[in-house]
Nanobody, 123 residues
């Protein structure tokens, strides 16, 4: 079964950086696009970055130019480098797989979500 474990969150000051990791198992990681979502307090989960199976990254909204998604298909791992963090980036961050090698639905009806990793940006 699909399992996803996010890690790397923490508390950071505005302008700081964090590296998140996503460990995937239970499916053929190398053939699926992957995505990062985040859920801020009181808000719905939001897709913020995707990466195709071949490694092309795409970004949504306010993270463009600050976040970089990458993956290591040999290790079944995905990463999110977050720079210039802002208080509005405070959220629980989740990873999950897409529907095929390129498409990640923004609001998938999955039951296989991990616990997420908390990112708090505060002075």
């Amino acid at each position: 079964q699909v399992q996803l474990v996010e890690s790397g969150g923490g508390v950071v000051q505005p302008g700081g950086s964090l590296n998140l990791s996503c460990a995937a198992s239970g499916f053929r990681f190398e053939i699926y696009a992957m995505g990062w979502w985040r859920q801020a307090p009181g808000k719905q989960r939001q897709l913020i970055a995707t990466i195709t199976a071949s490694g092309s990254g795409y970004y949504l909204g306010t993270v463009k130019g600050r976040f970089t998604v990458s993956r290591d298909n040999a290790k079944d791992m995905m990463y999110l480098r977050m720079n210039d963090l802002k208080p509005e980036d405070t959220a629980v961050y989740f990873c999950n797989l897409g529907k095929d090698s390129a498409y990640v639905p923004p609001n998938p009806n999955y039951d296989h979500w991990g616990q997420g990793t908390q990112v708090t940006v505060s002075a």
